[in-house]
Each structure stands twice: as structure tokens, then as C-alpha cells.
């Protein structure tokens, strides 16, 4: 049951750890600040919680050649450093919004050279949002509950399951991916290590456009970036698989620290536990990465920015927890949770001020204190704009974000099973859990709860499609793949 086991070590992966303040450059150029008021602008009952500053120290980037600012933009590398400690500009940061340098324009020049430079390209989503029901009823049943296992080609647990744009439906194992087509009875498994599948154990996968999936490995996340060989620092990653009429293709994507000088050197992203590739909304069509050391953002298949992550100071040293809690509003808010804080970084179109400046909204901790360990598994919006936030072993919160975005009013709610998995939330606003005694759903607020037939065994994550209709919840448990249509 190695499946089950390495799902156990998701939970807890080994973090990666900065011995001191200077010992590792990995934080962000614009560290966000607790809110200067400390006080709540929204209502409800519960704890004000403020948004802790991001531990992380100033990025390596080269210091700034340009003049003072005075709203003139530099004339120097992008600024990559600390934050001004003067007055802020008048204007955007650094006079505006720096244009990209023609030496580096089109993705051209070398990465030592071009690395800031090349945050400023715009890429171009897989594909724009997509109407919710905008399928129909879709190719699969339409009954409450099918339940996919042995006799459907599945014979071992599932760790993550998705459909992609024309429904075929992909899951994954720790060893194989299995995909069932449109029009297939069963799904077909393929190996890792074969049809150009890497030979590291499977974690996550997320449907993309049409005949398109993204898929997830365990790499070495027990890293030592001055050591390892570079076949260590490119171990795990993410890959695009493509159907083809016999099979499957697969290419790799060497997803790496886009924050360095360095370039390939900062190589942290090796873990990737959850996938999102939002339908709606602001950032339909990018491809966002939860990995062991922060989230990465992808705009098309090209242009990313790795990695923007939330910092806790645990005894003086730095503690990056792995990244399961993750999704995207449709207004491109990016709220996800580690081992020991959540938070949200608000949407920008160029990844230059979504990685550099400070669009940060409650970088906290829902259920104690800085440096309390809790294993955020799951962090969504609803449609009024609050926050849910589920950690394993203690329950969900509820979050009522102040105005500027550094403070919450935070209520805890009990649950029926605190070993949680995932947690995801629907376009009603009817909250989904996955435990490892099954689905619960919540149309109340997270004030009572239903557990659903069908998932026996442990639930491990969902993912909701609302492209048909009635909308179908998709689940992967130890006993295969689940799907409830809910009307």
C-alpha cells in the first residue's frame, strides 16, 4: 500500500528549511505588512486575526542601478531588492509599470541577464473561461453516484482525478495515470516510466483543454542546493500529456525558481501536490502549481513566476511548508495554505507585479499562533467574498477579510471528521470535504453537514465540474474514482 503510505507523507512533507535570515534568498521583493489599524472592517463573531509579515528575506536580485526614486523609472535591473524604506512614490511603484527591455523582449537573452525582464511578458491562457453548464448533460451517466474501481480498469488507490474540456477523464495513482475517454468503458493505465512518464511517484493532475491534462510528481524535496546533481534538482516537476488516437504524449516542464539571478540554481519546485487550472473568471486558462516550497503561476505553457509562498519564523529560522491548499477565485485570487499559514495573493495580468510587488491579503494563521503547525489541506472563497480554510487534524475556519485585505474575523467550526484531505467549494457556495472516512458536503455555512454514499475507504481529493449539468463532483478515494451529479 505504498500509495496510501506516500498519501500519508503528503500531508507532512519535508519542508525546505533557511538556517538563518540570509541563509537562503528566497522570499519576495515586497513583503506585506500587518494592517496599520488592526482593526476589522467586516462583521460576524470570532477572533481578529492580523496578517503576520512574510518572513522571507529580500530576493537576490541585483541591486538597483537606477536613480532615487522619484516616479522616473530605473535605469537599472529590475528592482529585485528590499522595499524602499522611503516615501512611497507618488505613482506605481517605481514610476509605473517598467516596460520590458528589448534585449530581453520575446523570452530572448539568457537567464542571469533576463529573469525579471521576462516576468514582464504577458503570456497567453490555454484557453479563455468557459460557460458553467456550457456542456450539458456531458458523455458520462447522469445517475447520483457512480462509483469507478476494478471492473472500470482502476485497481489501486487514487490520489487526484479531473476531466479536461471534452470530459475525458484522467486519475492518478503514486504509479500510473489512467485516462478514460469519451465513448470508453474503461480507463487505461499508463506506467510511470513509460510513454514518456517519468520515473517518480505520482501526486496530482489537473485537466486541461480539450485531450490536455497536467500532471504532478514527487521529486527530492529533501534538497540541498549547493550538492545536489542537476538530475536531483530536476527531479518530479509537472508534465503536459496529450491524447493521441494511440496513446499518449508527454513533455516536461523544468519548473524553477524564477526569483534568482541564478535562474535553474534555485531549483525548489520539485513537489507538485495540487494542480489548478481555473475554468472562470480573471485567470481562466493559467495553470497554477502547490508545490513544497510555495505556488507558481503559469500564463500559457512558457511564461511562469516561481515562486511566491508565505514565510513562518519558527525559532529565528525560515519554515516554507508544502503548498495543498489551493484554488482561484473567479475574480484571479490565488488563496492557498501550507503547513502553518494561509493567505491570498490578488490577481495581476502581468506576472512581473503578481511576483514583485505586494498584492498579498491576510498572510495568517487561522488556528494559532506563527510557527503552530497546521497543515492547511484546503483555502476557498465563496461568492460573497469570504474565506474557508480547512487544516488537518483541527477543522475549518471561516474568514470575514477586513477592507484592506491585513486582518480577518475568524470563527472555527467543528467537523465531522477533523482528518481531512481536500476541501473545495461550489458555485452555490456548498462547502465539499474529503476525509479519510469519506465526502461530507455543507449547504449551511459549515453548520451541519451530510455525508455522502459511495466513497468508501478514505476520500483523498475532489474536483468539481460544473461544465455539465447537473454538475458532477469528482472524487478519488483508496477504492478508486467517485462521481455524485448534484443538481
Not at 214 to 224: A, I, K, L, M, S
Not at 273 to 295: K, M, N, S, W
Not at 404 to 429: F, K, M, Q, W, Y
Request: charged residues 15%.
Amino acid at each position: 500500500m505504498l500509495g496510501l503510505d506516500r498519501m500519508r507523507l503528503r500531508r507532512s512533507l519535508v519542508f525546505w528549511l533557511c538556517l538563518s535570515a540570509t541563509a537562503c534568498s528566497c522570499g519576495n521583493a515586497a513583503n506585506p505588512a500587518p494592517d496599520a489599524s488592526g482593526t476589522d472592517g467586516g462583521t460576524g463573531t470570532g477572533v481578529i486575526v492580523t496578517g503576520t509579515a512574510d518572513a522571507g528575506t529580500a530576493d537576490a536580485g541585483t541591486a538597483d542601478a537606477g536613480t532615487a526614486d522619484a516616479g522616473t523609472a530605473d535605469a537599472g535591473t529590475a528592482d529585485a531588492g528590499t522595499a524602499d524604506a522611503g516615501t512611497q512614490d507618488g505613482g506605481s511603484a517605481d514610476g509605473g509599470l517598467p516596460p520590458e527591455s528589448a534585449a530581453c523582449a520575446n523570452h530572448r537573452g539568457t537567464p542571469n541577464d533576463c529573469w525579471g525582464e521576462w516576468l514582464k511578458e504577458t503570456g497567453t491562457p490555454i484557453f479563455g473561461p468557459q460557460p458553467v453548464g456550457g456542456l450539458g448533460a456531458g458523455p458520462w451517466p447522469t445517475a447520483a453516484l457512480e462509483v469507478w474501481g476494478s471492473a472500470e480498469g482502476i485497481p489501486e488507490p487514487i490520489l487526484g482525478v479531473s476531466t479536461d474540456l471534452a470530459e475525458n477523464v484522467y486519475a492518478v495513482s503514486s504509479d500510473a495515470l489512467y485516462v478514460r475517454r469519451v465513448g470508453e468503458p474503461t480507463f487505461t493505465g499508463y506506467a510511470r516510466n513509460t510513454n514518456g512518464l517519468r520515473d517518480y511517484p505520482l501526486l496530482s493532475v489537473a485537466g486541461g483543454a480539450a485531450g490536455v491534462a497536467y500532471v504532478g510528481y514527487e521529486g527530492d524535496c529533501n534538497f540541498d542546493l549547493d550538492t545536489d546533481p542537476i538530475d536531483v534538482k530536476r527531479s518530479g516537476d509537472v508534465q503536459k500529456v496529450v491524447l493521441t488516437p494511440t496513446g499518449i504524449t508527454a513533455t516536461t516542464w523544468d519548473t524553477h525558481n524564477s526569483n534568482s539571478p541564478l535562474s535553474g540554481y534555485f531549483d525548489h519546485s520539485r513537489c507538485i501536490f495540487r494542480i489548478v487550472v481555473p475554468r472562470h473568471g480573471l485567470a481562466a486558462g493559467e495553470i497554477y502549481l502547490g508545490t513544497e516550497h510555495g505556488v507558481v503561476r503559469y500564463q500559457g505553457e512558457v511564461k511562469y513566476a516561481d515562486h511566491r509562498h508565505i514565510a513562518t519564523l519558527v525559532d529565528g529560522s525560515q519554515h516554507f511548508g508544502s503548498v495543498l491548499g489551493l484554488s482561484v477565485s473567479d475574480t484571479g485570487t490565488v488563496w492557498f495554505g501550507n503547513d502553518y499559514q494561509l493567505g491570498g495573493l490578488a490577481y495581476t495580468p502581468r506576472l512581473y507585479e503578481w511576483y514583485f510587488d505586494d498584492p498579498w491579503i491576510f498572510p495568517g494563521n487561522a488556528f494559532g499562533a506563527e510557527g503552530d503547525r497546521n497543515q492547511y489541506v484546503g483555502v476557498v472563497q465563496d461568492s460573497k467574498g469570504n474565506v474557508w480554510a480547512a487544516a488537518q487534524g483541527h477543522g475549518l475556519a471561516h474568514l470575514i477579510v477586513s477592507p484592506s485585505g491585513r486582518s480577518a474575523t475568524v470563527e472555527t467550526l467543528s467537523v465531522p471528521d477533523s482528518a481531512i484531505n481536500h476541501l473545495v467549494i461550489d458555485g452555490d457556495d456548498t462547502l465539499w470535504l474529503a476525509t479519510d472516512s469519506g465526502v461530507y458536503h455543507s449547504d449551511q455555512n459549515g453548520q451541519s453537514w451530510q455525508k455522502l454514499a459511495g466513497a468508501g475507504g478514505h476520500a483523498y481529493e475532489l474536483f468539481i465540474d460544473d461544465l455539465v449539468t447537473p454538475r458532477t463532483v469528482w472524487v478519488a478515494t483508496s477504492e478508486g474514482v467517485v462521481a455524485y451529479r448534484v443538481p
